[in-house]
């Protein structure tokens, strides 16, 4: 899979991201009414969370150590 989407970024001139945010939209998120839903029932999703860190330091420590040698797998 990921070969083809770098593969078929490269055709169109764009980027994996963009290719997978497009999927993303036309797949789950057709109409802006949609859309909008969706983005409005994510908000304050996590805000009752006690397993996590704060957001800064729950991301930092996502972006440490061997991150993107997990994700070329």
């Known amino acids: 899979m990921w070969k083809t989407l770098h593969i078929l970024a490269r055709q169109s001139r764009s980027s994996v991201s963009e290719l997978v945010r497009r999927a993303v939209r036309?797949?789950?998120l057709g109409d802006s009414e949609r859309r909008?839903?969706?983005l409005l029932s994510a908000v304050g999703l996590w805000k009752d969370r006690t397993d996590l860190p704060d957001?800064?330091?729950y991301v930092?420590?996502?972006r440490k150590g061997d991150r993107l040698k997990r994700?070329?797998?």
């Open 60 to 62: 930092r420590s996502l």
């Open 36 to 38: 909008k839903e969706a």
């Open 26 to 28: 036309e797949k789950y």
């Open 71 to 73: 994700l070329s797998k």
């Open 55 to 57: 957001t800064e330091t």
